[in-house]
DNA sequence: ACTACGGTTGAATCCTGAA
DNA sequence: GTTCAGGATTCAACCGTAG
């Protein structure tokens, strides 16, 4: 039974849609070339359980979630784009996928979040960076400026985030104003808190969103709800 | 027939010594455990000769120069460590030899170099950054405060490079700076401009640096004698 | 408008004990 | 044996509040 929400989206009668879902099941939904651009921040497969494993474990966090790409090549359109989040442990479990299913990589991204964090405080340079890979499928264009490849943005403060792995909108909007344009298409497979949505949405995109998680769905509907009509209002580290 | 520059600088004679030499032949005058931190800078493998194809190529960069990396373990004291610069699309043929050599790696390190290079320049981010793996023998405990992951520091103006792939001094004095106390030893096996060197004697530590093109060598040996005595110049970004 | 201070936090990691 | 859940540890940078 295919989603009302998401044809409104397809249509253009409607800007964001979350449901909830697999992605491999319910996202071929999605016609063929009919998606501009796919911004996903997948389980890495490092079993993460939050700050201090405070929270449970995400779901399909066992091994490095790599099965969506094919279907994310498959509904792009040729010209399109992949931003696949990273870590740098399992970056290479990600790198061969994304080539198999039939990118081109094109960058190693890099996400400054301008303060470092916990692991081995003795030995180990604190973490101060996320990586995402950046792929295209045929001939890309960027549709404004050259963006560069590290990006500088501060970190969700924990009080208002509803997701342990949160991105920042304004990161999120930055990414999407660098490789689509205005009334495109977005589409996050894993869209866990809902920011690449809000941000599709609060820079004049459309966008889908999957998530298998149910309770992260129902917040990012309340997000997308409440938040779609601001602006980002996260802050730059620059 | 042991270098005897090389020798003064083991005894504490002599602050730092560049000599042009096989890493993999000449190296072998150090004697095992001696040595505090490896930094180096190795041919990726990508037959880089300079923006625009200006210079020859690198000498050794017909593959990513993985070699050195035994002879690097050997050197360096139990509690020691390496960083060795690297380019994201090679990075991974670096990771799996630098863990077989004995190594254990804690990082990749970023270093933002604050603005962008050139590349594809309609599909591709504007590269900014280069990495670094940090990777340790034993047990390694930071001198002094612990740092973050992230290192910007601005590129050398092309007009005051010796070398197309010089690294500016202010990084290399932060590296220097995390990792090693003063007195401390450091060898470069493959030290090009030297900015390894003169950084290391510029911050009160000791070095040896070797390299196989004689060119290369005469510049450096002849930066090492006039910027050693200097302080590092060079502006970090922050 | 500042500085000073104390509490909080981080896609972390190690370890223990239960299932 | 193996896997999973929870507690302890860590420290530089951030936040909020007080002065």
């Known amino acids: 039974m295919p989603s009302s929400e998401i044809s409104d989206v397809l249509a253009g009668r409607r800007r964001g849609a979350i449901m909830q879902g697999d992605c491999l099941v319910d996202g071929r939904q999605i016609p063929d070339g009919t998606v501009d651009a796919v911004i996903v921040d997948p389980p890495f497969g490092i079993r993460y359980r939050g700050q201090n494993n405070r929270q449970r474990a995400l779901l399909n966090d066992e091994q490095p979630f790599v099965w969506f790409l094919p279907e ?3 509904v ?3 010209g399109g784009s992949l931003i696949c989040f ?3 442990r399992v970056m290479e479990d990600f790198r061969r996928p994304i080539q198999l299913a039939g990118f081109r990589i094109m960058n190693c991204l890099i ?3 301008g303060h470092g964090g916990m692991g081995h405080t003795g030995c180990q340079f604190a973490p101060r960076h996320e990586v995402a ?3 295209i ?3 890309f264009r960027f549709p404004g400026r050259r963006p560069a490849d590290v990006l500088p943005h501060r970190i969700v403060p924990p009080k208002r985030r509803i997701h342990s792995t949160q991105k920042p909108l304004s990161l999120m909007t930055d990414l999407i104003d660098s490789v689509t344009k205005p009334d495109e298409l977005i589409y996050d497979p894993c869209c866990g808190s809902g920011s690449t949505v809000v941000a599709a949405v609060a820079t ?5 969103g999957m998530d298998l998680d149910a309770e992260h769905v129902a917040a990012a509907r309340h997000r997308l709800k409440h938040e779609a009509a601001n602006k980002a209002s996260d802050q730059s580290v620059e």
Chains 1, 2 share one sequence.
Not at 204 to 208: D, P
């Open 133 to 135: 890979w950046f792929a």
């Open 204 to 208: 004049g995109r459309r966008a889908i």
């Open 86 to 88: 990273c870590q740098w």
């Open 76 to 78: 792009l359109r040729p």
């Open 111 to 113: 996400w400054d979040k």
């Open 72 to 74: 994310a090549y498959r």
């Open 137 to 139: 499928k045929g001939r």
